[in-house]
């Protein structure tokens, strides 16, 4: 399917010099001289490197049709991590290799995301908000001042985030998948 180059936002995936590419970042510039262009980060899903490129908008990129299946993560091993299809109970390795940051964020029975291009596994996509407990996270200080100040706190996973004064050990947070940083409380 074809699409124009200021329509590209990060989490698609293209087909573009003969290679199937992750868009990871957009920029829209505007230069003082010259038309707009979209800088895009990319992220070769077949040979794992990385590159920039310039599109403009009148530029047409192939973007890549995928097939979506929900699957559940079951649990992960040293080097895989094992999902379930609910319906079909058809159960699938990935390497950790392959998912890469997010196995960090991975707990079990989160429904997922498994993107496939003509039977070959392309991507695992999570939620954007999951939720975790908090497992320890300093005392918070009198006389802070709540809008700016943040501490560190530990989640599942060991996992360091940043969450207001008010969290404490025990607390249920929700998180935001793509940036890990803290959303809400839960209680």
């Known amino acids: ?21 992750e868009v990871i970042k957009t920029q829209h510039v505007k230069p003082g001289k010259g038309g707009a262009f979209n800088q895009v980060e990319l992220k070769s899903i077949n040979k794992d490197t990385k590159r920039n490129e310039r599109f403009r908008s ?17 649990f992960e091993d040293d080097n895989d991590c094992h999902f379930m299809n609910q319906t079909t109970f058809e159960q699938i390795a990935i390497s950790k290799k392959k ?7 991975l707990k079990e029975n989160l429904e997922v995301i498994i993107n496939f291009f003509e039977d070959n596994l392309l991507s695992v996509e999570l ?23 943040y501490k560190p706190a ?6 360091k985030i940043l969450v207001p004064p008010f969290i404490e050990n025990g607390d249920e947070i929700t998180v935001d998948s793509r940036s ?4 809400k409380k839960i209680k």
């Open 1 to 21: 399917m074809k699409i124009l180059g200021n329509e590209i936002k990060p989490g698609m995936i293209l087909n573009h010099d003969n290679d199937q590419w």
């Open 58 to 74: 009148s530029d047409n990129v192939q973007r890549v049709v995928l097939e979506e299946r929900k699957f559940n993560f079951l």
């Open 99 to 105: 998912i890469g940051e997010k196995t960090k964020l």
């Open 127 to 149: 939620p954007i908000s999951i939720e975790y407990k908090v497992i320890s996270t300093d005392a918070s200080l009198k006389g802070q001042t709540v809008s700016s100040s």
């Open 154 to 159: 530990i989640i599942n996973n060991d996992l």
């Open 180 to 183: 890990l940083e803290y959303i």
